[in-house]
Each structure stands twice: as structure tokens, then as C-alpha cells.
């Protein structure tokens, strides 16, 4: 086996999660990190001999999980790193066309799934535009210029050594930014970068998602932390800031805004 998975949790069991159900529990992946990101105060029950468990209840965010992962590969003798999170639901036959794929792809290529939301709207893959993310279009599997097609976290596999040589993820990013910071400096470092997209289709929950304007202030605070690190990123806090204004009706966001910008 040449890849190792990286699932990252937050106040969530293990084995109720949507790509352990789907996807790790296949006995062909002979082990895989489990990067919790839960406070000291929440129990964790892990019953699968195979996972290699890390706590960090500092929620140190995606970043450091996933460069904790890589870490763990190399030492481990992997060639690749899957990335997941804990609410994405992959197909029957993902893992073989992971396997195969592997074995098959060209140096400096990214393998993602194509991922679609719950309600069937296209998520991934993406390109970066002026007003940050738009969805790539409705592209069939195969080969892309990864400046054209960009994917999000979940789902990804990239190569161990190729992860190294971008500098790993930027651990400053806890979870916003995080896959479009990394995948666009691999796109700078090598000049032939491609994605591979995938049959499979993978479907992302989004379990996050709330109404309530006091938890969703909390997730911009997180938003707006991870967006100062990046300037060109100004234009995308400024419609994020007002899509959540219109949404809940509330100033809050828009106080919030000018306290970290101005």
C-alpha cells in the first residue's frame, strides 16, 4: 500500500464518520492517521486497530494535521497522502481507482475526487478567481493544468516528497485558505502541475452549516484569522462579510470586520 489516509476530527467519533463509513473501514488500507482536533473534555472511542491516533486539543487546525500526517508517511516509508475530512461520502470503487491512479499518474500530479454537495450542487474541482472560489465547470474525469482545476481539501492525494518540496502547508492557516494557499504554491513550484480527476464522485456534508448568526460568528472569527495571512484575499472576506449580513440580518459580522481590517 502506497498511501496512507489522514482523517482530521473535531467533537466527532470516529467510527460515525461519513468516510470512515465509506471509505477507511475497507481492510485494503492497512492503517491511517486520525488527526483529533477535540478538546481535552471530549472522549474519543477508537476501536480499529489500525488507526495511528493523534490528539491535539489545541485545535491546531488542518494545516498542522496535515503536516503531522506527512510527517508520520515518511517516516512510515509512504509514497503518498490522502487527505480527508470527516464528513465526505466516497463511492463503491474509490479505493481501487486510488490504488491504481497511483501507480498510473506522472510525477507532480494531484489526484481528487470531482465533489458534489448533498443537494447534488458542483463543489470541487474549482479555479481561483478575482471574488476567490468558482466552480471549474462540469469536468469528466481525466488530466487538467491545475491552475484551471483546483481541489479542495477532502478527498485529495498528493505525493509525500512533492508535499516537502512545496514547504508543506502553511501552518499559520487553520482551516480556511488552506487548500487553495497549498495547492496554488504547487502550482508555482512545478511548472507541469496537473490534477488527475477522478470517476469517483464524492459527496461533501456540510455538518458545520447552521443558522445560528452566534455560532456562525464564531466560524468567521476563524475565517477572518486565516484570511489576514493573505492579502489578495481582501475581495473574498468582503463578500463573505456581506452574504452572512444578508443572511442572518445582523451587524455583527461587519463589526467584527472592521475591528480586525481597520
Not at 184 to 196: D, E, N, P, V, W
Not at 199 to 213: E, G, H, L, P, R
Not at 222 to 228: G, I, K, Q, T
Amino acid at each position: 500500500m502506497k498511501i496512507l489516509p489522514v482523517i482530521v476530527l473535531y467533537n466527532a467519533l470516529l467510527g460515525e464518520q461519513k468516510s470512515y463509513l465509506s471509505l477507511l473501514r475497507d481492510c485494503r488500507w492497512r492503517e491511517f492517521v486520525v488527526y483529533d482536533n477535540s478538546p481535552e473534555s471530549f472522549v474519543q472511542k477508537i476501536s480499529d486497530e489500525r488507526a495511528v491516533y493523534v490528539r491535539d486539543s489545541s485545535n491546531g487546525g488542518l494545516s498542522k494535521a496535515y503536516n503531522k500526517a506527512a510527517e508520520i508517511a515518511r517516516e512510515k516509508g509512504y509514497e503518498w497522502l490522502l487527505l480527508l475530512d470527516q464528513d465526505t461520502t466516497f463511492p463503491d470503487g474509490a479505493t481501487d481507482e486510488y490504488l491504481r491512479l497511483a501507480d498510473e499518474v506522472s510525477a507532480q500530479t494531484v489526484i481528487a475526487p470531482r465533489l458534489v454537495s448533498s443537494d447534488g450542487k458542483r463543489i470541487s474541482p474549482c479555479r481561483r478567481g478575482f471574488f476567490g472560489k468558482s466552480v471549474a465547470g462540469n469536468l469528466k474525469s481525466g488530466i487538467y493544468p491545475l491552475g484551471e482545476a483546483m481541489p479542495v481539501n477532502s478527498g485529495t492525494c498528493l505525493r509525500i516528497s512533492e508535499i516537502y518540496r512545496c514547504g508543506g502547508y502553511d501552518a499559520r492557516l487553520h482551516l480556511d485558505f488552506v487548500d487553495f494557499d497549498f495547492i496554488g504554491r504547487f502550482a508555482k513550484t512545478f511548472a507541469s502541475a496537473k490534477l488527475q480527476l477522478m470517476d469517483s464522485v464524492a459527496i461533501q456534508n456540510f455538518a458545520n452549516d447552521t443558522a445560528d448568526a452566534e455560532k456562525m460568528l464564531i466560524r468567521y472569527k476563524s475565517f477572518l484569522n486565516d484570511a489576514r495571512t493573505n492579502p489578495e484575499s481582501l475581495t473574498v472576506v468582503l463578500r463573505h462579510t456581506l452574504s452572512l449580513t444578508l443572511r442572518t440580518k445582523k451587524l455583527c459580522f461587519i463589526i467584527e470586520f472592521f475591528k480586525i481590517y481597520f
